[in-house]
């Protein structure tokens, strides 16, 4: 299959010196499960993490973009699409993590694929040099207990 990772994602922390890390903690988890309000606010750009997010899930997240009233009608329902069958989390088919946000941030991947396309590296040797790199970054965040 082909996917593609979202280019923007909200990370939501709570710091260690947070006064009320427990009402913090509850505020994230009601955003998300019930995120209706956030995804209309947002103007449909911020889609939920979870599908049962907004009752309905994706039905009713379509039906939500096509009624937006901005021109040109109906351009959230491209996105809506893309949302439900063509992107995934950094980290699929796993979870994302400090490791996987630096090489993201990094470009890593992207210019793995620049080396080989450019004729620079073959596949393999392109692979083995990242792949060396990507370990040592695995390493690093492992040592701090981060992943």
Request: glycine letters at 8%.
């Amino acid at each position: 299959m082909r996917m593609g990772n979202e280019h923007v994602m909200g990370v939501y922390v709570i710091w260690k010196f947070a006064k009320n890390k427990a009402a913090a903690k509850k505020y994230i988890v009601d955003q998300q499960l019930a995120y209706r309000q956030h995804f209309l606010q947002s103007k449909f750009y911020n889609f939920p993490a979870f599908t049962g997010a907004i009752k309905g899930g994706f039905k009713t997240i379509r039906k939500m973009a096509a009624a937006d009233k901005h021109k040109p009608r109906g351009k959230y329902t491209v996105l809506t699409t893309i949302a439900e069958k063509f992107t995934t989390n950094l980290g699929y088919p796993g979870y994302s993590n400090a490791a996987i946000d630096e090489i993201f941030n990094r470009y890593l991947i992207p210019q793995m694929f620049a080396q080989v396309a450019q004729g620079k590296q073959s596949p393999a040797d392109a692979v083995g040099d990242f792949d060396k790199e990507f370990k040592r970054i695995h390493r690093k965040w492992r040592s701090q207990g981060l992943v």
